[in-house]
């Protein structure tokens, strides 16, 4: 018999302060995207002899200081820079590692810009310079994370420029920020470079609008690579289809198969689906006698800490309910026993209960006018016309992030700098 649990995070049926939260957008289409398979992707590179493309990857060979820039804008202002990267050769031959330039004007000798230098031979440091007529500044700021990267593996690496505001990231973590009020660089293209004996591979590279206010879905991306739904053998599930088509979760080139919007005071997940996962008849409405759940592990032991679970198995007092559950047990079944939060997954247009169950049915719940969107405010459903997928459904959740907190039993508390890795799961 399980330990009980009284719930802590917060009341149940009682939302916190600036929850539930606006939908973000959808993903914008990136400004540029450069996928290597030549060398017309470069602008001027140098040494040239030591610059190549093999299966979509560029490499930078040779040994010495390397640098490409790539065909792009010198206009384009506050962006957003991600590539997949990892040393071939040289990872500790002494003062190596890559770079990522941005913000780049002028030609390789003369250039002006910003350089984020990722240094793989003096455990995972990072270091913000500028580039002042193509020669490289003191470091600007320069961090030492503890957490290991593997740098002989793919890593993704992003910056985002926004105003005078720098951020670098690996695989989504943030390790270094910059305000540069000292003449800043505002506008400029992008480039990729190498040092001394390290060899690199980069396998794209892409350029995304940014801005101050951006609130947009983001791919969610595991080992550096977004998450598209397997198919055929290679899927060890299902074969690649799942019936019912309501917990069938699919992508498409254009569509992964879930995307991640997290920020100081919410969490909110995307799952594409096959099939429509809402039942606006009968008790227990909106959603379908399914569930879609969410696992979070902080700890990478490779078992969820919390879990997030969208149960449309509930028949009695609708609407269904979002649950959140927090256990240390090796295992991936949530027990009735780490339930700490549960509130309904509908919101009530104008008359908002702090118990179970809003008044009247799915109509009265529906904040979205569009017949092809069901928005619910925790949680919303989409139909959506993918142009290689066909009809699909995306399915929306979002929790407040003062619920995924289980100090009071002993455990940790998620916050918006914590690190983790998801899993997301369906069942019928």
Request: charged share 20%; net charge negative.
């Amino acid at each position: 018999m399980g330990s009980f649990y009284p719930l802590v995070a917060l009341s149940n049926y009682w939302d916190p302060v600036d929850y539930p939260a606006s939908w973000p957008g959808n993903p914008s289409p990136p400004l540029a995207t450069f996928e290597f398979s030549s060398l017309s992707d470069l602008s001027n590179y140098y040494p040239a002899e030591y610059w190549s493309v093999s299966g979509g990857v560029l490499i930078a060979a040779g040994s010495g200081e390397r640098v490409a820039l790539l065909n792009g804008s010198e206009g384009w202002t506050d962006y957003s820079l991600k590539t997949n990267a990892r040393i071939i050769d040289g990872m500790n031959e002494g003062d190596s590692g890559y770079k990522l330039f941005f913000r780049v004007t002028g030609n390789i000798n003369t250039r002006n810009g910003y350089v984020f230098e990722i240094d793989s031979d003096y455990s995972n440091r990072f270091i913000l310079r500028k580039v002042i007529n193509g020669i490289e500044s003191a470091p600007l700021i320069n961090s030492v994370t503890s957490i290991g990267f593997d740098w002989s593996q793919w890593q993704e690496i992003s910056v985002s420029a926004v105003e005078k505001t720098l951020l670098m990231y690996v695989n989504g973590i943030e390790v270094l920020r910059y305000i540069d009020n000292d003449n800043p660089f505002l506008n400029g293209g992008i480039g990729l470079g190498s040092k001394n004996l390290t060899q690199v591979g980069f396998d794209f590279v892409r350029v995304y609008n940014a801005s101050a206010d951006l609130r947009e879905w983001k791919p969610y991306t595991y080992q550096g690579e977004v998450v598209y739904d397997a198919s055929g053998n290679s899927d060890q599930s299902s074969g690649g289809s799942v019936s019912p088509s309501h917990v069938d979760i699919v992508s498409s080139p254009s569509l992964p198969s879930v995307m991640v919007y997290f920020d100081s005071g919410v969490m909110m997940f995307r799952m594409v689906l096959g099939g429509n996962p809402l039942s606006l008849t009968g008790r227990g409405t909106p959603y379908t006698s399914s569930t879609w759940v969410v696992l979070i592990d902080l700890d990478g032991d490779g078992f969820r800490d919390f879990a997030v679970e969208l149960d449309g198995t509930d028949s009695g007092v609708s609407p269904d309910d979002i649950k959140v559950f927090y256990s240390t047990v090796k295992d991936q079944f949530m027990y009735d026993s780490d339930l700490i939060w549960k509130q309904d997954s509908a919101r009530h247009l104008y008359n908002p209960t702090n118990s179970d169950g809003e008044p009247e049915r799915p109509a009265s719940w529906d904040h979205d006018p569009s017949p092809s969107v069901w928005d619910f405010s925790r949680t919303r459903v989409t139909e959506y016309s993918d142009p290689s997928a066909g009809k699909v459904y995306i399915l929306d959740i979002q929790v407040p992030l003062s619920a995924l907190d289980a100090i009071a039993v002993g455990g940790p508390k998620l916050t918006s700098s914590s690190v983790f890795q998801l899993a997301f799961t369906t069942s019928a």
